[in-house]
């Protein structure tokens, strides 16, 4: 059996015992965030990390999502075309930012993607009439399926969880897939890619769409998960930190955001209680992610390790070339 | 008919005129050579046939089709095929990878994001092919970014011969290659087949007019001279680009 696999399936067992070890709801609810967090930095790792897009704004598609299935659910309809409305609006939502901002790239996209958010912002903050302003939407309950209710939040984490390991195969798949690898071309060499007969917009635009995707499925958790949607959740804060999330775990890697978001989420959750001022914690941790490992912490843990073998590997080969070592000569 | 036909092909920059008026017909299967003295415009005139750059007139056809309106991409699917003068490859990825980056690039393939792309036997067999065809079989599994300048060189032949082009521009293809590196690609460049019409850029006088059939030279944007080796050597205006009045 391969390291990979070992990893896969300790990572598994130990998600799947979470309500088990872990010690309270609170900290079971807490873990659900981060399966949710983990499923929207997946979708902004799939633009950063491979398409070399840097998103400001995909709160707003966070937000276009939840605020649909509360707006939907508060309506008076049924749980499941919610959720399904609510991912078609957030990918026409996607369609639309990707058309608008994809006329660009570098920081011209940072920028258009950044205005569309706080567009989006703008509009669910003075909208008032469907988004209810600044005292938000609540969501009376969660869905039941299959008879299961999800409030108990063991129940809401393990249906997260399986929302979250079907995102990370999709993810695992489109990015080992023919289109994932010409996403990545478009990402190193953009004009190569032209040349070579492929269209880098569409591309893209595929790319955005993919992002869209997993964004308005984590959106749709969120609102469920917190079972209340205010303009809180689409401002530049909330669109920067999957982007933090993505970067600190290590772009263009399937498990940097995952662990990028347990970090965020952790330090936002649980170190917040005892230390008031938590962001700086954070941040102090961003500054030495940067300067100890700037590629992020999968891919810098990779090095350390892989470093450290090599080191153990060197240490017995160099004492057995060392002739006598430790016996007297005659 | 010819294979590439250019026509009244000008670009400016602002006041600068990089290519004016230029006209240029090769024959299938020819090996055309263009000189010319640095900003003469032959980089300029790659770019414009490639559609990577907008001519502001003139035509483009290869094998009588019309390209001068297509976007770069859809040359490609035509049978244009290019390498670069500063080597334009994926350093993050294997050197079959990169060939199989140049393969997907012409499939339908391309577009799908279902199947996983290194169980595609097929197209993985081929950019095998194309790497061993230019000698870098044995290295197919190296990163780009492990290997000498003079293998780049070859990886961008092989992306080019792979999409089993009509039309074949080469950019500078002997630039900062060692003399054996020029001999080994020297040997490549010669065991093209004839169905593959090639022009080539090129300033290594030794290795390139062996190659060509005919010169065309160009000198401020525009084709001063052109025609077989002897004739473009005896020209009085190319001794005069080259080495003045």
């Known amino acids: 059996m391969t390291a990979t696999r070992v990893g896969l399936l300790a990572g598994a067992l130990v998600l799947l015992t979470v309500p088990l070890w872990v010690p309270g709801d609170y900290y079971v609810s807490v873990c659900s965030q981060i399966l949710i967090y983990a499923i929207f930095a997946l979708g902004v790792d799939v633009l950063i990390g491979y398409g070399g897009l840097v998103s400001l704004g995909h709160a707003g598609l966070f937000g276009i999502a939840s605020y649909a299935v509360a707006y939907m659910l508060a309506a008076g309809i049924g749980h499941i075309a919610a959720v399904v409305i609510a991912l078609v609006l957030a990918l026409v939502g996607t369609a639309l930012f990707a058309a608008l901002s994809l006329r660009v790239t570098g920081i011209g996209f940072i920028m258009i993607t950044l205005a569309l958010g706080e567009l989006l912002w703008g509009l669910a903050y003075r909208w008032i009439s469907v988004t209810n302003g600044d005292n938000g939407i609540s969501v009376a309950n969660r869905p039941a399926p299959f008879g299961i209710s999800l409030n108990p939040p063991a129940h809401f984490y393990y249906a997260t969880l399986v929302v979250f390991a079907l995102s990370v195969f999709a993810t695992w798949v489109f990015i080992g897939s023919p289109l994932g690898a010409s996403l990545k071309g478009t990402r190193d060499q953009p004009r190569r890619m032209n040349a070579l007969g492929y269209h880098v917009w569409l591309i893209r635009f595929y790319a955005c769409m993919f992002s869209g995707l997993l964004t308005g499925i984590a959106g749709i958790l969120f609102v469920y998960y917190t079972q209340f949607i205010s303009p809180q959740t689409l401002t530049l804060t909330a669109s920067a930190e999957p982007v933090l999330m993505v970067i600190s775990g290590g772009s263009g890697t399937l498990l940097g955001p995952i662990v990028g978001a347990a970090l965020v989420e952790i330090v936002k959750n649980i170190a917040s209680a005892y230390i008031t001022r938590w962001n700086m914690l954070l941040g102090a941790i961003f500054v030495a992610i940067v300067i100890f490992m700037p590629e992020g912490l999968v891919p810098g843990s990779r090095r350390l390790v892989r470093a450290l073998l090599k080191a153990c590997a060197k240490a017995p080969a160099a004492a057995a070339a060392e002739p006598n070592s430790g016996e007297p000569t005659p | ?245």
């Open chain 2, 1 to 245: 008919m010819t294979a590439l036909s250019i026509r009244q092909l000008s670009k400016s920059f602002g006041g600068l005129h990089v290519t004016r008026g230029v006209d240029l017909e090769v024959a299938p299967g020819e090996r055309r050579l263009i000189i010319g003295p640095n900003g003469a415009g032959k980089t300029t005139l790659f770019n414009l046939v490639t559609g990577e750059i907008r001519p502001d007139a003139g035509s483009v056809a290869l094998f009588g089709q019309e390209l001068t309106r297509l976007p770069s991409r859809r040359r490609a699917h035509m049978g244009l095929s290019r390498t670069y003068q500063i080597i334009t490859l994926f350093p993050k990825d294997t050197l079959l990878r990169n060939v199989t980056l140049s393969l997907l690039g012409l499939s339908h393939l391309r577009w799908n994001p279902l199947l996983r792309l290194d169980r595609q036997r097929s197209l993985i067999a081929q950019a095998e092919a194309a790497l061993a065809r230019v000698g870098l079989g044995h290295l197919a599994h190296r990163p780009l970014a492990e290997t000498s300048y003079g293998e780049r060189r070859r990886v961008e032949i092989a992306m080019a011969l792979a999409q089993n082009p009509r039309v074949l521009l080469l950019d500078e293809p002997f630039a900062g290659l060692s003399v054996d590196e020029r001999r080994d690609v020297k040997m490549l460049l010669f065991a093209i087949p004839r169905d593959v019409t090639i022009v080539m850029i090129e300033h290594d006088m030794d290795v390139a007019l062996d190659f060509a059939e005919r010169i065309t030279v160009m000198h401020f944007g525009e084709i001063v001279v052109e025609g077989t080796r002897a004739e473009v050597v005896a020209d009085p205006r190319t001794k005069e680009i080259y080495l003045g009045e």
